[in-house]
DNA sequence: ATGGCCCGTAGAACGGGA
């Protein structure tokens, strides 16, 4: 089973790219952040079309999330939780699903534009509830994925430069804690269960050519529960769609793994 | 040194992103 997440930066733009990069790479299901479209806006019949179904949480301009998964995937996702009832949000940063027993999480965590700021403030309390409720979800369902965009480039070799950004925002010192606190509930970043290659980044800076100079942040993550990590086979991020005219500024990362009642027989 | 791009909402610039 190939899970995937992608911050598509407005699915508005990005819709013909992403039904290109599912087929294309045969997804199972994925992941979306910053999807910029209310609900009554967002593609469920064109995604149709494209033989995928979809559970969303938008609001008008930002943020927004959602869940898309290959019709006729084993049986009907079901479980659906929109928000973290743990922290009443005007944002829509949250959505989940289950597909039989295992829960997906599409998380879009604040970006928190400036270490100190009131946005920094909100960035961290949302992540001290998001580690509150995502232990909630373990409890229930020891088969999960927690994938998104993080907002959060986790150690220096996810940053291609580790001096300019030390404890600036995405790299500082309250946040990477944050991360591995999420990790200690049970969790491993599925990227680094395998060997990469060096400076691999989930997102680049439209501006001063970023991607071309390979200047990036690993920001967008797959964390996989422990009990779910001994059976993913690979997670790479592809950055062929960053290469694409009118890109997203991030790419998406996606992994394999063994397919639910593969686990449950081994 | 500064800001440099892209998106949405606008219906001109601006907030937000990271």
Redesign the pocket.
């Known amino acids: 089973m190939r899970i995937a997440t992608w ?1 598509v ?6 819709l013909p790219q992403v039904i290109d990069w599912l087929i294309k790479n045969q997804v199972d299901i994925l992941c979306l ?2 999807t ?3 609900d009554t806006a967002f593609p469920s019949e064109e995604l149709a079309q494209a033989g995928y179904e979809a559970v969303f949480s938008g609001q ?4 927004g999330v959602a869940i898309l998964w290959r019709s006729g995937l084993g049986n009907a996702p079901d479980s659906l939780i929109v928000d973290n009832p743990r922290f009443p949000d005007e944002q829509k940063r949250l959505i989940s699903l289950k597909f039989g027993a295992l829960r997906v999480v599409s998380a ?1 965590v ?5 270490v100190g700021s009131e ?1 920094y403030d909100y960035k961290l309390r949302w992540l001290d509830a998001f580690e509150h409720w995502v232990k909630d979800l373990l409890m229930d369902s020891p088969q999960l994925v927690v994938a998104g ?1 993080y ?1 959060i480039a986790p150690e220096d070799r996810d940053v291609h430069d580790p001096q300019a950004w030390d404890g600036k ?2 790299c500082s010192e309250p946040e990477r804690s944050r991360f591995d606190n999420l990790k200690k509930l049970g969790f491993e970043d599925a990227f680094r269960l395998f060997e990469q290659a060096p400076k691999t980044f989930s ?1 680049w ?4 050519l970023g991607f071309q100079k390979n200047r990036g ?1 690993r ?1 967008d993550h797959l964390l996989v529960s422990t009990a779910l990590a001994p059976f993913v086979r690979t997670c790479q991020i592809d950055r062929a769609p960053r290469k694409a005219k ?5 790419a998406p990362v996606w992994m394999d793994i063994t397919p639910h009642h593969e686990v449950q027989s081994s």
């Open positions: 911050n930066n407005s699915l508005k733009v990005r952040q910053e910029k479209l209310i008008p301009t930002y943020n879009y604040p970006n928190g534009q400036e946005k965009d907002n925002i995405l997102w800076d439209y501006r001063q942040l920001i009118q890109p997203s500024d991030h």
